[in-house]
């Protein structure tokens, strides 16, 4: 701890100087300005100039520049006043760095002690040493002990001063930054070269003084050689006899004896002090040398010095931006762990989306699943109900066939009892025969006989359905997948349907089993989806949960988070343009899967319309083909007569062609409406084989043979082939312009035209498809 009456003792000391403030601690001298003022109040010819840095309040390392510049000048200037040696009492090198960094009060007292040291050996120390008797008698009992002990120190004195500077050198070894030791080197050879500079300078006056003084005696000795010739004549004139001498000249060769006498004192003290100065110009040649060469050194170590500054400056640069970069290494690596635990759990996320994503879809597909499975489902019950209302009308035709039957079968009783009846009393004598028994017997047995022959007839039908039925089980299944778009019934189709619907009754049983089977399939996959939904919201709970932890990150964390996406800036930007790139593509996924999901119903709506709308144009179309091929076909018989009886009669040969051509320009409209349907040769191959097995169920094979009834399948198809595949043809020459219509001849290019006509590729066509179609 510092010695506290010390500390005010000296303090008192300062506070006598007249620095226009008051001291009050360590703290105000801890910059070097007020100890410089007090420096220039000591001994201002000494301390000239001013201290290295002016704003020393900035930073503690500006403030120990100007300690160790007061501090080298101070030594100094102790140095010259004690004979070249320092009181062995003082201790010389105080602590300047904690002066300037910590205010230390123990350093600045022994800085002080040299302070008092050099103030008693000033030139004003007289002034000083009254101010002191001003002081209080502690203050110069306290001064009076300090430069005693400074004068004549004891040993343990002396070795805790020398301990206090071995303590000192070797903390100042270890601690000395190589650019604070060129400081220092820089510092002396400063100090040293402002003293040559002072001695320069009055050497210089004094020079120049000599100068002047040489001046005066020369212009001096000029005059009295000029007067001691003038004498040396007159003496000579005088010793010849040829001068006057008067009665004064003895008194007048007296003083001239003295003032030569004199002036030869004053020529040789002139000569010597001449002699002096030339001494001294030498001299101060020879300093002025060793200045230049000082000076030089100086050039050289300011150079040198600048050249380190440099170095050091950027050594510190460099060794500042090593130690921000380890440490910048640190957070780091700190981050890129917290990047990590980030990175994982965005992983853990994705993947919990993934699952989740890959659940919906699941489940998705799963609804689309029980979608079709309700519309089989629907359409099955539609088709179940119509199979038991036509089960139910079937029946209810079948109990009055019966009842019919039964009257039937009544009647015939009856009848056969009237008949044995009428037998009996034919073989009777006594009865009277009728005039006419015979045509009503005849009558009579024709009524049985039809009754025998409906009877046979539907025991034959009968047993017909019976072997039937395995068939119809057969096809049973594709009743189901038969579309809805079926040929319209036609007018002879209700025998067949009649006894299909009645086969249809022992098939109900089986609609009701696949019903029911696909009832338990729908519950199952119900349940399923039930499940899937409670384990996508478990899913979506965890996926909450997880967020709501990565939400409670305390605020450090978030700092910290803060910062790594500062330094992993360009990163998180990559990573945040991808992420919203891919959320973009969800949803541009997701709405384009809900356009084509309604897209699809859209079209599905559309397909069943335009199935519809085919159907019927198909129904109208082969109609109308059937009717102009049949039109056609007359024309042609009726052509192919006249061809044969070799009539030439005109009206009838106009009136024959107008028809054709009437006939042709309706079959070409027809053609066109048929072309716009856009036939496919599949759409007609697939509408064949529904039409195929919609005459299978209809029962159209028990009034066909199946060769005979393929054989009619493959001519209308080849006939709309060739119809198609026609006027495809014709359009394209249509619309390359290389064909060209003749219409409404004359009679004379009749016969001409309906040749060219049968040349035609269409004519070939339509010469190949008339006889079969003759023939069917």
């Known amino acids: 701890m510092p010695n506290e009456p010390e500390t005010a003792t000296l303090l008192e000391w300062i506070n006598s100087f007249p620095l226009g403030t008051s001291i009050q601690s360590s703290d105000d001298l801890y910059d070097g300005v007020i100890l410089w003022e007090i420096l220039q109040d000591i001994d201002p010819h000494e301390f000239l100039g001013v201290l290295p840095e002016s704003s020393p309040e900035d930073h503690w390392v500006l403030r120990w520049q100007n300690l160790k510049h007061l501090h080298k000048l101070l030594l100094n200037y102790i140095r010259n006043r004690y004979d070249g040696e320092i009181p062995a009492g003082l201790s010389t090198d105080p602590d300047l760095k904690s002066i300037a960094e910590t205010a230390s009060t123990k350093e600045t007292n022994r800085l002080l002690k ?45 070795d805790q001063i020398n301990y206090e500077q071995d303590e000192y050198k070797a903390r100042r070894d270890l601690a000395m930054d190589p650019e604070l030791q060129f400081e220092e080197r820089v510092g002396k050879l400063l100090v040293e070269n402002d003293k040559l500079s002072n001695e320069k300078k009055q050497l210089e006056k004094d020079l120049e003084e000599f100068h002047r003084k040489d001046v005066r005696l020369r212009e001096a000795n000029e005059l009295l050689q000029d ?188 009848l056969q009892e009237r008949i044995r009846e009428l037998e009996g009393l034919d073989s009777s004598p006594a009865s009277p025969r009728p005039s006419t028994p015979k045509p009503h017997g005849s009558s009579l047995e024709r009524d049985l006989e039809e009754s025998g022959k409906r009877e ?50 022992q098939t109900d049983a089986e609609l009701r089993d696949a019903h029911q089977r696909l009832h338990v399939d729908y519950t199952i996959m119900r349940t399923k989806i039930i499940e899937l939904e409670g384990l996508l919201e478990a899913t979506k709970l965890e996926l909450s949960d997880a967020n709501m932890k990565l939400s409670l990150v305390n605020k450090e964390k978030l700092e910290m988070v803060k910062e790594v996406t500062e330094v992993n800036s ?40 335009l199935r519809n709308t085919f159907k019927q144009s198909d129904t109208k179309l082969s109609t109308e083909g059937e009717a102009s091929l049949e039109e056609m076909k007359q024309l042609l018989e009726e052509a192919n007569a006249v061809r044969v009886n070799d009539t030439t009669d005109d009206d009838m040969t106009n009136e024959f062609l107008e028809r054709l ?116």
Not at 458 to 478: G, T
Not at 578 to 607: F, G, N, Y
């Open 114 to 158: 040299l302070f008092l040291m050099a103030a008693i050996r000033s030139p004003g120390a007289e002034s000083y040493i009254e101010r002191m008797v001003q002081l209080s008698t502690a203050t110069q009992e306290g001064l009076k002990g300090i430069i005693e002990e400074a004068q004549n120190p004891s040993q343990d004195r002396l």
């Open 227 to 414: 007067k001691l010739n003038i004498t040396e004549d007159r003496l000579a004139r005088l010793k010849s006899g040829k001068a006057d001498i008067g009665p004064n000249f003895k008194g007048y060769e007296h003083r001239t004896q003295d003032i030569i006498a004199a002036q030869e004192t004053k020529l040789t003290a002139a000569q010597d002090e001449i002699d002096s100065l030339r001494i001294s110009l030498e001299t101060l040649r020879v300093k002025n040398q060793k200045y230049q060469t000082l000076q030089d050194e100086y050039d050289e170590i300011k150079i040198e010095r600048d050249q380190l500054a440099r170095k050091a400056n950027a050594a510190e640069k460099y060794r500042q931006k090593l130690q921000a970069s380890q440490d910048y290494e640190k957070e780091n690596q700190i981050l890129k762990n917290k990047v990590k635990d980030l990175q994982q759990h965005l992983k853990e996320s994705d993947t919990l989306q993934r699952v989740s994503a890959a659940r919906e879809t699941e489940v998705e597909n799963y609804r689309r699943l029980v979608a079709r499975v309700e519309q089989d489902r629907h359409e099955i019950q539609d088709l179940k109900k119509k199979l038991e209302f036509d089960n139910h009308a079937l029946t209810e035709r079948l109990l009055g066939a019966e009842e019919q039957r039964t009257r039937d079968e009544d009647t015939i009783g009856r």
């Open 456 to 505: 046979a007839q539907l025991n034959a039908e009968n047993e017909e359905l019976k072997k039937k039925l395995e068939n119809i089980s057969i096809v049973d299944k594709a009743v189901t997948e038969t579309p809805d778009d079926v040929e319209p019934e036609a007018p002879g189709e209700r025998k067949w349907k009649d006894e299909f619907y009645q086969c249809s009754l």
């Open 570 to 609: 360009v990163e998180q930007t990559a990573l945040r343009e991808k992420c919203a790139v891919l959320a973009a593509t969800a949803r541009t996924l997701t709405s384009q899967l809900e356009v084509r999901q309604l897209q699809i119903s859209e079209i599905s709506r559309e397909r069943d319309s």
């Open 661 to 776: 051509a009437e006939t042709t320009e309706r079959s070409a409209e027809h053609l066109a409406r048929r072309a716009e349907v856009k036939v496919d040769p599949n759409q007609v191959k697939s509408l064949v084989e529904l039409w195929h097995w919609s005459l299978l169920f209809a029962g159209l094979i028990y009034a066909y043979d199946a060769t005979e009834l393929m054989q009619i399948i493959h001519r209308q198809a080849r006939e709309i082939a060739l119809i198609s595949s026609a006027w495809y043809d014709f359009q394209s020459r249509l619309q390359n312009g290389n064909i060209v219509l003749s219409r409404h001849r004359g009679a004379a290019g009749a016969s001409a035209h309906h040749a060219e006509a049968n040349r035609t590729w269409l004519g070939k066509q339509r010469a190949l498809v008339v006889p079969k179609a003759g023939g069917r």
